[in-house]
């Protein structure tokens, strides 16, 4: 993962004053990344380190301190102008629940100290299958969780032999069982589809997996060979072929079909949830525009229209953080059209859509006449993708921005 240029960051982490007014005005969420696996999978690009890796300053045991110092960093930014509480709060990596539960748990504290959780806050937790047990789900509970996100990827050895995955095929849903006994009224499934060696039978296995745990969301991804990554050095050498963008197609109309006749209803691109309680309002925070903090080496953050990121290094953040610097490396303000393009570019994945005010006649009617668009949608006054539309996404979004 590669972090991309801007203009430095100041010392002190000082924002605008016209960013800092529009603090929450959007809502706003926090997002805590913990750069820790317990080994690294094939496909994976994130900003993650093994313990063999990581060098000094960049121990488990010190990061929650680290990351509440970036905390109080993040408090004395917004001081003047503080949001008026934190709607959602999400724990990403890496694995999460490779820190110890109390860590998690006095991060979440901190971050309810600092600036006030609402009353409803949604407040998440990724983790591997292999990472967590009933009474560290039954302490995350506890501590003020309230959703669970659990890496499945897929149900057939052979697929989680390909992509690196520790854990056993059964393991995710048992997890997942798991954590609903131990209070989770929200639980995620991920899936991956279209890895190399996959059949259309074993994804309707995993789709039929993820339906049985009894989870109230499932998120689908397809698979993406990341520059970098030990997989594309085995495609790069023919050891696995590279995915294939028609078999990527015919796996997410299964898991439309699937999905949808289980109950659960897309309202993002690659989401499904049971209800609108299951869906992700930490995600939904992202791509309606609102605000958020990233804790954490290579977080990204978004506040009022200016855009930064962290270094990416855990022993990096660490001594800036220890030496009272900020870690951002970089940031940039958005200007007003950028801010309407990436409003179109998130919104238009979403099932609500974005205005059709504003937006171009032509091509407009061009993606509704190719049944990319839902005109009954566009009768109302929204651009929505049809299921066709979700497929081609890409290319509608290129075709709105650039007409």
Known sequence: MRLPEGEPVPDDGALPAVARAGAGARGFGIYVHVPFCASRCGYCDFNTYTAAELGPGAAVGSYADTVL???ALARQVLDDRPPARVDTVFVGGGTPTLLPTDDLARILDGID??????ADAEVTTEAN??????????????????????????????????????HTAGRAAAAAGEAREAGFDHVNLDLIYGTPGETADDFAASLAAAVDAGVDHVSAYALIVEDGTAMAARVRRGELPAPDDDVAAARYLAAEAALSAAGFGWYEVSNWARSTAGRCRHNLLYWRGGDWWGLGPGAHSH?????????????TYAARLAA??????????????????????????????????????????RLLADGLLDRSAY?????????RGRLLGDAVTRTLLTE
């Open 69 to 71: 110092a970036e905390l």
């Open 113 to 118: 100290t600092t600036f006030g959780l609402a």
């Open 129 to 166: 299958p292999e990472s967590v047990d009933p009474a560290s789900l039954k302490a995350l509970r506890a501590a003020g969780f309230t959703r669970v996100s659990l890496g499945m990827q897929s149900a057939a050895p052979h697929v989680l032999a390909v992509l690196d995955r520790r």
């Open 303 to 315: 506040v009022g229209g200016v855009r930064w990121w962290n270094v990416k290094h855990p022993a």
């Open 324 to 365: 009272g610097v900020s870690p951002g490396l970089g940031r940039e303000m958005l200007t007003a059209s950028q801010r309407r393009d990436e409003e179109i570019m998130l919104g238009i994945r979403l099932a609500e859509g974005v205005p059709v005010a504003g937006l171009p006649s032509g091509p407009v009617d």
């Open 379 to 387: 009768e109302r006054g929204r651009v929505v993708l049809t299921l």
